[in-house]
């Protein structure tokens, strides 16, 4: 059944690679706990225990501001077709943004796109797989271009007003005295 680990094994890395689908869970120490499901190609496997992943704009940004204050960080996969597993990565997180040195030297190994606003970083302390035996089946067809098509049609300056405006309501003051970090 379950097993526990200190680093990826080269099984569970090509495992990953599999994937088309991954889960994200961060929590500061008063939240609530955030589960983000993501796709779009954006995690890659550095090292046994470094992962990254590339984060569009979306929705909302909890899971950096969860990173600000308390830098742990839960990746989760699970089989959908094959040998039923379910693998998490536990560990700490930190965000790197565009105008940070090391966002040029990991942008470069994913595809460009549209409305990439950070790259989270886990360093990973333990890595854990149990059975995922109640994980049903389900069939990949492909990427939903939506999100893409969205920050594509809004542009850099469009895509920046409206982190501008999410950040505005969060905080309640006005978009036009805040200055992004990009």
Not at 60 to 66: K, L, S, Y
Not at 150 to 175: C, F, H, N
Request: proline content about 4%; charged content about 20%.
């Amino acid at each position: 059944m379950g097993q526990k680990f200190d680093a990826l094994s080269d099984r569970l890395i090509e495992f990953i690679q599999q994937q088309h689908l991954f889960f994200v869970g961060t929590a500061t120490e008063h939240s609530r706990v955030n589960i983000s499901p993501k796709g779009m190609d954006s995690l890659r496997v550095l090292t046994p225990n470094r992962v990254i992943w590339l984060n569009v704009t979306g929705s909302g940004n909890e899971t950096a501001g969860h990173i600000q204050q308390h830098p742990r960080m839960t990746i989760m996969f699970c089989a959908f077709s094959g040998k039923p597993m379910i693998l998490r990565l536990y560990g700490t997180a930190s965000v790197i943004h565009q105008n940070d040195a090391e966002w040029h030297e990991l942008f470069y190994l994913f595809d460009p796109l549209p409305g990439a606003r950070q790259i989270f970083d886990l360093n990973i302390d333990l890595v854990q797989t149990s059975c995922g035996m109640a994980v049903p089946f389900f069939d990949y067809n492909g990427e939903r271009e939506q999100l893409n098509n969205w920050a594509e049609k809004k542009g850099t300056t469009g895509i920046e007003d409206y982190w501008r405006e999410k950040i505005a309501k969060q905080l309640m003051v006005s978009p036009h005295i805040l200055k992004i970090r990009i």
